[in-house]
Nanobody
Framework: QVRLVESGGGLVQPGGSLRLSCAAS????????MSWYRRAPGKERELVAR????????DYADSVKGRFTISRDNAKNTVYLQMNSLKREDTAVYYC?????????WGQGTQVTVSS
């Protein structure tokens, strides 16, 4: 079965950086696009970034463009989200999911809190 384990979240000051990881199993990782989503308190879950199966193409929400970078290591079945210049409004639980759209599977998520 599909298993997704997100990690790397934590408490960081505004302007700081974090790198999230998502270890995936239960499907052919190298054949699947991967996406990162987040859910902020009181808001709907939103797409943050996504990457094709080869890593050759990426897409970002306007709110994170230029600050976040998605990448993947198909040998490790892991997708990453490098988050720089973090803002308070980036505070959310971050989730990864297989696919470019219409997510069907979720992990437990990892909490990112941006606060001074």
């Amino acid at each position: 079965q599909v298993r997704l384990v997100e990690s790397g979240g934590g408490l960081v000051q505004p302007g700081g950086s974090l790198r999230l990881s998502c270890a995936a199993s239960g499907f052919t990782f190298s054949s699947s696009a991967m996406s990162w989503y987040r859910r902020a308190p009181g808001k709907e879950r939103e797409l943050v970034a996504r990457i094709t199966n080869t890593g050759g193409s990426t897409d970002y929400a306007d709110s994170v463009k230029g600050r976040f970078t998605i990448s993947r290591d198909n040998a490790k079945n892991t997708v990453y989200l490098q988050m720089n210049s973090l803002k308070r409004e980036d505070t959310a639980v971050y989730y990864c999911s297989p696919g470019w759209s219409m997510p069907a599977y979720w992990g437990q998520g990892t909490q990112v809190t941006v606060s001074s």
